[in-house]
T-cell receptor, first 115, second 114 residues
């Protein structure tokens, strides 16, 4: 079965600093999803990556999938307190993708941003 | 409704009791998912509904866990004879069709088994 390992497990940064969260897979990634979760709330979809070398950005968040499709990174530029939360990467557990919502998730990265 | 609604938001129960967790998906969403989030295991898939049928129940951890969906809408996750290891946040998600990028999650039910 596919396993996703996220690093770091937790991260504390000062407002305005840049940061990167990594997600490494034991198998080829056919669909990699990044979600954000605030305490006591559900997950909010951020971005999906499918192609090797793909990069997507939304506001100050950029996600990349490496050429080998086994590692993804999430980069936040000029962090703000609103970026605080738990970031989770998720992947289709089946080769070729399932095209539905059954995902394998990493353990999550807890981000704290101090003002 | 405007979003996925789950109830109760918190549930405390005694070991051995049965509990029912409810999920009200976004109107018109045909697919519904249950996930469990716990400290030791992270976020795990439990079961997937397409309409009222469950083509994938592979994540249910034991036969104490069951789920149903009626009218292509509301779903109930039932845990019988609860154990302490069942303590977790149970999250429900729905989607209008295929594609995990269209998953909308509820806020979850925090279950504590004493």
């Amino acid at each position: 079965s596919q396993e996703l390992e996220q690093s770091p497990q937790s991260l504390i940064v000062q407002e305005g600093k840049n940061l990167t969260i990594n997600c490494t897979s034991s198998k080829t990634l056919y669909g990699l999803y990044w979600y954000k979760q605030k305490y006591g709330e559900g997950l909010i979809f951020l971005m999906m990556l499918q192609k090797g070398g793909e990069e997507k950005s939304h506001e100050k968040i950029t996600a990349k999938l490496d050429e080998k499709k086994q590692q993804s990174s999430l980069h936040i530029t000029a962090s703000q307190p609103s970026h605080a939360g738990i970031y989770l990467c998720g992947a289709d557990p089946n080769a070729g993708g399932t095209s539905y919502g059954k995902l394998t998730f990493g353990q999550g990265t807890i981000l704290t941003v101090h003002p | 409704g405007a979003g996925v609604s789950q109830s109760p938001s918190n549930k405390v129960t005694e070991k051995g009791k049965d509990v029912e967790l409810r999920c009200d998906p976004i109107s018109g969403h045909t697919a519904l998912y249950w996930y469990r989030q716990s400290l030791g295991q992270g976020l795990e898939f439990l079961i997937y509904f397409q309409g009222n049928s469950a083509p994938d129940k592979s994540g249910l951890p034991s036969d104490r866990f069951s789920a149903e969906r009626t009218g292509g809408s509301v779903s109930t996750l039932t845990i019988q004879r609860t154990q302490q290891e069942d303590s977790a946040v149970y999250l429900c998600a729905s989607t209008p069709g295929q594609g995990a990028e269209k998953l909308f999650f509820g806020s979850g039910t925090q279950l504590s088994v004493l």
